[in-house]
């Protein structure tokens, strides 16, 4: 895989803002957001995410659209020894997951506002451990699936960020963009797919938390796909592809 990306491109199609906030969610965006928010600039290419968060910790894990942020919030919680980055473009899904991050205190949270994207290009290659996708806006129509976030570019653009060995989680309950998925992945040789047996993408693993979307979708009796990848050492023969 190539890890010159060249310049990238801002690609958010979903809707950025919902209903009107209520007062408390306000004033979480008005005070506690601005803390957390990511200071990256135009041509950053090499930052090293360590240094937003505070020395205990070890690694960086991130999340892709983290929606109302309950799936980042247990992870936060649950690892607390982990720096996570949470994008979401969708003013309430990020007004959400500061509410959750002020009821539970966390102190490994960071926060980007805009395409996912966009970020993962400023960080430094190998510097993120861990990244979730889950359940990414479908985009069902063939003449919208260049908008889907899984596509050669953008896996250009996680790949670089991520670190040898690093995992790279995906759920979809969309049966077309689960098979794109498996698709553009199996086409790439910087990623290895972990799964060994139908019950490894049928279900999750026990630090895989339910998320939002997952419950409703469950809901409606859909079957989810879940991913998990491993990306291969660079330069390390067939897997590290560099
Ligand atoms: C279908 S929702 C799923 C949310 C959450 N992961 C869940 O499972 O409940 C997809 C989310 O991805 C966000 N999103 C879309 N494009 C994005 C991008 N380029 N970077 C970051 N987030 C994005 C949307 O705003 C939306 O909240």
Same mark, same amino acid.
């Given at each position: 895989?190539?890890?010159?990306?060249?310049?990238?491109?801002?690609?958010?199609?979903?809707?950025?803002?919902? @209903?009107?906030? %209520?007062?408390?969610?306000? =004033?979480?965006?008005?005070?506690?957001?601005? +803390?957390?928010?990511?200071?990256?600039?135009?041509?950053?290419? %090499?930052? *090293?995410? +360590?240094?937003?968060?505070?020395?205990?910790?070890? =690694?960086?894990?991130?999340?892709?659209?983290?929606?109302?942020?309950?799936?980042?919030?247990?992870?936060?919680?649950?690892?607390?020894?982990?720096?996570?980055?949470?994008?979401?473009?969708?003013?309430?899904?990020?007004?959400?997951?500061?509410?959750?991050?002020?009821?539970? %205190?966390?102190? %490994?949270?960071?926060?980007?506002?805009? #395409?996912?994207?966009?970020?993962?290009?400023?960080? +430094?290659?190998? $510097?993120?451990?861990?990244?979730?996708?889950? /359940?990414?806006?479908?985009?069902? @129509?063939?003449?919208?699936?260049?908008?889907?976030?899984? $596509?050669?570019?953008?896996?250009?653009?996680?790949?670089?960020?991520?670190?040898?060995?690093?995992? /790279?989680?995906?759920?979809?309950?969309?049966?077309?963009?689960?098979?794109?998925?498996?698709?553009?992945?199996?086409?790439?040789? *910087? /990623?290895?797919?972990?799964?060994?047996?139908?019950? #490894?993408?049928?279900?999750?693993?026990?630090?895989?938390?339910?998320?939002?979307?997952?419950? @409703?979708?469950?809901?409606?009796?859909?079957?989810?796909?879940?991913?998990?990848? +491993?990306?291969?050492?660079?330069?390390?023969?067939?897997?590290?592809? *560099?």
């Amino acid at each position: 895989m190539n890890e010159d990306i060249g310049p990238v491109l801002r690609r958010v199609y979903g809707r950025r803002r919902g @209903k009107p906030l %209520n007062a408390a969610r306000q =004033q979480l965006m008005d005070r506690l957001l601005p +803390r957390l928010l990511l200071p990256v600039e135009e041509g950053d290419a %090499n930052l *090293d995410p +360590r240094m937003w968060f505070g020395p205990g910790v070890r =690694q960086v894990w991130f999340e892709i659209g983290f929606g109302k942020g309950e799936h980042l919030a247990w992870q936060a919680q649950n690892h607390p020894d982990v720096g996570i980055i949470g994008c979401e473009p969708y003013e309430t899904g990020v007004a959400g997951l500061l509410s959750e991050v002020s009821a539970r %205190n966390l102190q %490994n949270v960071r926060i980007w506002t805009d #395409d996912a994207a966009l970020l993962l290009a400023a960080l +430094r290659p190998g $510097s993120i451990s861990r990244a979730f996708l889950l /359940f990414p806006d479908p985009w069902p @129509k063939a003449r919208h699936h260049k908008r889907r976030f899984v $596509s050669p570019d953008r896996l250009d653009i996680l790949s670089r960020a991520l670190a040898d060995g690093a995992e /790279f989680r995906a759920a979809t309950d969309h049966e077309d963009y689960g098979e794109w998925i498996l698709r553009h992945m199996a086409d790439r040789d *910087d /990623f290895e797919w972990l799964a060994e047996r139908p019950g #490894d993408w049928r279900g999750r693993t026990t630090d895989w938390p339910q998320t939002r979307y997952e419950a @409703k979708a469950l809901a409606r009796g859909a079957k989810p796909l879940y991913l998990r990848y +491993r990306r291969g050492a660079r330069g390390a023969g067939p897997a590290g592809g *560099d």
